[in-house]
């Protein structure tokens, strides 16, 4: 259908196509950067820059993004940066936002940008003493599944039956990975989402929505890496479609840890599909496939129950806002 309405039409209809969406014309990030063809982590972040402005500032703990930028004293980046201790991405922001608050500066986006390692573990800790004390900046997780940077080793977020370097062919990775989601939904802040680069307009949005709302907020972005999932250099933007599509990464909103919303229902292609375009899955067989396959259903049966007994939860919070209302309303009629 889409095909064939024209330009006016389109506009008329109000009809959304991700197509032809157009990022902001703004460039906060340069070239001459030293990330490796194809990286995902830098179109994250260029888009992420495009989403949230000049008035950002990134706290980036140890991870690819730590050397992407280039030597010092040289950077890729227009917005300042400050490289902290791979543990501590979430409380230096807090700092630096406290610091500017003290100086009376508002409407700054103070941004830890760490990887999957600094964020499912070694920095955990510090997240989650950030996230239950509701501090005020925005966490951006740029998810690769493993320790890219030190040599691709595993980690809390790499998948089940994956290769690294730490879990070689013959012994790969046993343990599923982690739901940060799930994790950072059970301390309650204002707003956590998923996203990828292979749908801009829903990663772009989250970026502004988060940047509009006081409080911790988290963005887990996965983020390809060709050297590390041993996949071609011009495929990560299908790579980080596919994902979405077979149901691997759903993308979602959660507000409070209490309303969970689905903001694409995927096609639900083969995981196979997925699987079959990284050599790090090369050496799985049927039956590890199908592993991978039935924990992604259990997965979705636990999420569509989640969204919509959010549903249900929308719908009594509107009833005792409406009840409150009336209530107001005949108290002051009654003291007139």
């Known amino acids: 259908m889409l095909e064939k309405l024209d330009r006016k039409a389109r506009k008329k209809a109000r009809v959304h196509d991700p197509r032809n969406y157009v990022l902001d014309d703004i460039e906060l990030m340069t070239p001459g950067h030293v ?3 194809g990286c995902g982590a830098t179109m994250c972040m260029r888009m992420a820059l495009k989403a949230l402005g000049p008035n950002t500032v990134m706290i980036i703990p140890a991870c690819c993004w730590a050397v992407i930028p280039g030597p010092f004293p040289y950077t890729a ?16 922001a807090t700092a630096v936002k406290a610091a500017y608050e003290m100086q009376g500066k508002t409407g700054i986006n103070v941004v830890a940008w760490a990887g999957d390692g600094g964020t499912f573990d070694i920095g955990l800790q510090s997240l989650s003493g950030a996230a239950e004390r509701n501090e005020d900046f925005i966490y951006v997780c740029y998810d690769n599944e493993a320790y890219m940077n030190t040599g691709i080793q595993r980690s809390g977020a790499t998948p089940y039956g994956a290769w690294t370097t730490t879990t070689p062919v013959h012994h790969p990775k046993g343990e599923f990975k982690k739901n940060l989601l799930d994790i950072i939904a059970a301390h309650r802040i204002p707003y ?26 988290l963005i887990h972005i996965f983020s390809p890496c060709p050297p590390g999932q041993k996949i071609h250099e011009n495929q990560s933007i299908k790579l980080s479609r596919l994902i979405v599509e077979t149901g691997m990464f759903p993308l979602l909103e959660v507000e409070y840890g209490k309303y969970w919303k689905l903001t694409h229902e995927p096609e639900f292609r083969p995981v196979e599909e997925y699987l079959g375009m ?15 396959r039935r924990n992604m259903l259990a997965d979705w049966k636990t999420l569509r129950a989640k969204i919509e007994l959010s549903e249900r939860f929308r719908e009594e919070d509107r009833k005792q806002e409406k009840a409150e209302k009336a209530a107001a309303r005949r108290k002051k009629k009654a003291k007139a």
């Open 35 to 37: 990330a490796c063809p």
């Open 192 to 217: 956590a989402a998923t996203a990828t680069v292979a749908f801009p307009d829903d990663l772009t949005r989250k970026l502004k929505k988060a940047a509009s709302i006081r409080g911790s907020k």
């Open 278 to 292: 990284q050599g790090r899955f090369r050496h799985l067989s049927k039956k590890d496939v199908e592993v991978i």
């Open 77 to 92: 980046l227009k917005v300042p940066g400050m490289c902290v201790a791979f543990e501590t991405a979430a409380i230096s």
